[in-house]
C-alpha cells in the first residue's frame, strides 16, 4: 500500500478539493466539546483555584493544592538540563530575539502631515499583560515556551504569565527545560495547571494566578476552544492554533529522500495532523512513496502510525500540470508550515506567487525543523486555512496602536464645514455643535 494519498487536483471535484482543503475545524467547534468548555470555565469563573484544581485531578491525574498551582522562583532558579540543550536554548532564544528586534523596529511610532496644520501617526506600546500557553501530554515542547516567550519579552509586555500542563505520570511535574527557558527571559509566573482550566484562570483571576489581557499559543482542540471561549468574556487571543499541518511544493529537480523526510517532520506529529506534497512530477511522488516507507520504519510506532494518517486519509500528494496550478492549490489550502523545493530556475516567481502561508522555507535546506526549532521566525503559526486571514505569532503580537493627532486652529476651520455636514447627516447635534461654537466664540471675540 501506498504512504502517500495521491490525487489530481484538474480531476478532483469541487467538493474533494474542498474535503482536502477543509481541516481540523470540525473538532474544534464540536458542539459537545464547545458545551463541556464553557461548563468547565463557568467553573473557574465561580469557583477559581478549587475548580482549577479539580480540572487538573480529573483530566491530568494529577492532585494539587492550589498553593501549588504556581512554580517556586526557586525551582525556576535551580532547573537544570544538560549542557548541550542549554547551549540549543540559548541559540534559538538569541535567533528569536534578533529576529523580533527587527520587527520592533519596523513597528515603530510615526507621524505625517495629513494636510497643512493637521499632523496624524500611531504611538507603539505593548498590551499591559500576556498568558502564554505551552503544551504538554503527548510530548514537552520547550520550543514553544521560547516561541511565544521570546517575542512577548522583546514587545516589553510588563507582566508574562506562562502555563503549562504537567508532565504524565510525574505527579505534577513540569520539564526542566521549559524553566531554563524562563529563567533566560526572566519570566518568573508560571503555573502548572490543565491547559482549559488554566486558559480560564488566566483570564479570570482566581486567588492563586493573577489575570492577563491576552492568552496566546497551540494546544488540542479543548485548548484552542476554551481560548475561543474565553473570548466572551473579554479576554483577547490569537488565531487558531490547531493540529499541525505543512505543504510542500516540488517539482522533479527534488531529492526524494529529503523530501520524504521533511514531510514526516509535521506529519509525526499526530495523527490529526495533515501533510500534503504537490506537485508537478508522478515519478516524484512514486519515488517519495518508496522512501517514505523506508523512513516510516525507522520511527517509532507511534510516530509512524501518526505519519501515515498524517500523509494519507488526512493529506497526500496533489499532482498538478503547472507550477502556477501549484501555488493556486497552496493558496487555497493556507497551510501553516510550506517549503518550496523547485528548481533554482523558478523559485523566485514560485515565492512570489505565494500569498497564503504562515511561513515560506525556501529550498531543500531550509526544512520544516530547522523553521519549528532554530531560525528566529515564528513557529506558533495559523493553522486549519486561518493563514488566509492572520499571521504567525511575533513581537508584534503584543504591541498595540494608538493614533495620535493634533490640528492647528486654521486646520480644523478647514474641515469645520465637512465636519458639520457629516454631522448633521448622521443625526449627531453635539458634534456639529462642538465645531460650530468653537468658532462663534472666537469670532464674536
Not at 516540488?250 to 501533510?275: K, Q
Not at 509512524?304 to 500528494?317: F, T, V
Amino acid at each position: 500500500m501506498s504512504v502517500l494519498r495521491t490525487m489530481t487536483w484538474g480531476s478532483m471535484s469541487e467538493a474533494d478539493r474542498a474535503r482536502l482543503c477543509s481541516r481540523g475545524l470540525a473538532d474544534i467547534f464540536d458542539p459537545g466539546l464547545r458545551a463541556s468548555i464553557a461548563d468547565l470555565v463557568e467553573d473557574v469563573r465561580v469557583n477559581g483555584d478549587d475548580a482549577v484544581c479539580r480540572a487538573l485531578a480529573k483530566f491530568d491525574g494529577v492532585t494539587l493544592r492550589a498553593d501549588q498551582l504556581a512554580i517556586t522562583p526557586e525551582a525556576i532558579a535551580t532547573a537544570t538540563v544538560s549542557a548541550d540543550l542549554e547551549a540549543a536554548l540559548a541559540k534559538a532564544t538569541s535567533n528569536l530575539r534578533t529576529f523580533n528586534e527587527k520587527v520592533v523596529e519596523r513597528s515603530s511610532n510615526w507621524t505625517t502631515e495629513i494636510q497643512p496644520g493637521l499632523s496624524a501617526g500611531e504611538r507603539v506600546t505593548p498590551i499591559s499583560s500576556a498568558g502564554l500557553f505551552v503544551p504538554s501530554g503527548k510530548a514537552s515542547y520547550p520550543s514553544v515556551a521560547y516561541q511565544l516567550g521570546v517575542p512577548a519579552v522583546v514587545a516589553g509586555v510588563p507582566d508574562i504569565a506562562l502555563l503549562v500542563p504537567p508532565e504524565p505520570g510525574t505527579n505534577g511535574g513540569v520539564d526542566p527545560a521549559i524553566l531554563v527557558v524562563c529563567r533566560m527571559l526572566g519570566i518568573s509566573r508560571v503555573y502548572r495547571a490543565n491547559g482549559p482550566a488554566g486558559i480560564a484562570a488566566l483570564g479570570f483571576g482566581t486567588a492563586t494566578i493573577a489575570p492577563v489581557r491576552k492568552i496566546v499559543g497551540p494546544g488540542s482542540p479543548a485548548v484552542t476552544c476554551a481560548q475561543v471561549e474565553m473570548q466572551r468574556h473579554g479576554v483577547a487571543t490569537m488565531m487558531l492554533l490547531g493540529p499541525t499541518e505543512s505543504l510542500v511544493i516540488a517539482d522533479d529537480s527534488a531529492d526524494p529522500v529529503r523530501l520524504a523526510a521533511d514531510l514526516l517532520i509535521e506529519a509525526e506529529h499526530g495523527t490529526d495532523s495533515s501533510v500534503v506534497l504537490v506537485t508537478t512530477s508522478a515519478s516524484l511522488v512514486d519515488a517519495v512513496d518508496v522512501e517514505l516507507e523506508r523512513q516510516l520504519a525507522a520511527l517509532p510506532a507511534h510516530r509512524a502510525g501518526a505519519a501515515r494518517a498524517s500523509l494519507g486519509p488526512n493529506g497526500g500528494a496533489v499532482l498538478v500540470s503547472t507550477l502556477d496550478e501549484a501555488a493556486a492549490v497552496a493558496n487555497r489550502y493556507a497551510p501553516e508550515h510550506l517549503q518550496v523545493a523547485v528548481d533554482e530556475s523558478s523559485v523566485d516567481r514560485v515565492v512570489d506567487m505565494l500569498m497564503n502561508a504562515g511561513e515560506i522555507l525556501v529550498g531543500q535546506h531550509t526544512p520544516f525543523s530547522a523553521g519549528n526549532f532554530l531560525i528566529g521566525c515564528p513557529a506558533s503559526l495559523p493553522t486549519s486555512g486561518f493563514a488566509h486571514v492572520s499571521s504567525g505569532i511575533t513581537a508584534e503580537t503584543f504591541l498595540k496602536r494608538t493614533a495620535v493627532a493634533r490640528a492647528t486652529e486654521s486646520a480644523l476651520r478647514d474641515m469645520s464645514r465637512s465636519i458639520v455636514t457629516l454631522a448633521t447627516h448622521e443625526g449627531f447635534p453635539a458634534h456639529a455643535n462642538a465645531i460650530t461654537k468653537r468658532f462663534e466664540t472666537k469670532d464674536k471675540s
